[in-house]
């Protein structure tokens, strides 16, 4: 059963910017912190950026002034706006829960980013 679903992903050049989508299952979203996550070769698997269910976000170092996460309860979406990305930017990434044990070994099949200088 497919619980998780990203969107948005491309290939883009420096500068550019992207709008990742992802839905989530109901158990999944309600209550819970969601995030986004990427993956790469280099970095392996890394936090970009949290909102909790109050709509308080985190954003990893790299990702502040650049990212913004928001979240739609009503829909069960949650969206990473990013902007003048690089080329390091360039990884898959994913939605989950953050810090919800139960949720944390069961991913979607993430959305590709790549960004060319």
């Known amino acids: 059963q497919v619980q998780l679903v990203e969107s948005g992903g491309g290939l883009v050049q420096a500068g550019a910017s992207l709008k990742l989508s992802c839905t989530a299952s109901?158990?999944?979203?309600?209550?819970?912190?969601m995030a986004w996550f990427r993956q790469s070769p280099e970095n392996g698997r890394e936090l970009v950026a949290s909102i909790s269910s109050l709509g308080v976000p985190y954003y990893a170092d790299f990702a502040k002034g650049r990212f913004t996460i928001s979240r739609d309860d009503r829909q069960r979406m949650i969206y990473l706006q990013m902007n003048n990305l690089k080329p390091e930017d360039t990884a898959v990434y994913y939605c989950?829960?953050?810090?919800?044990?139960?949720?944390?070994?069961?991913w979607g099949q993430g959305t590709q980013v790549t960004v060319s200088s």
């Open positions: 989950n829960t953050r810090g919800v044990p139960v949720f944390a070994n069961s």
């Open positions: 109901k158990n999944r979203f309600r209550g819970n912190t």
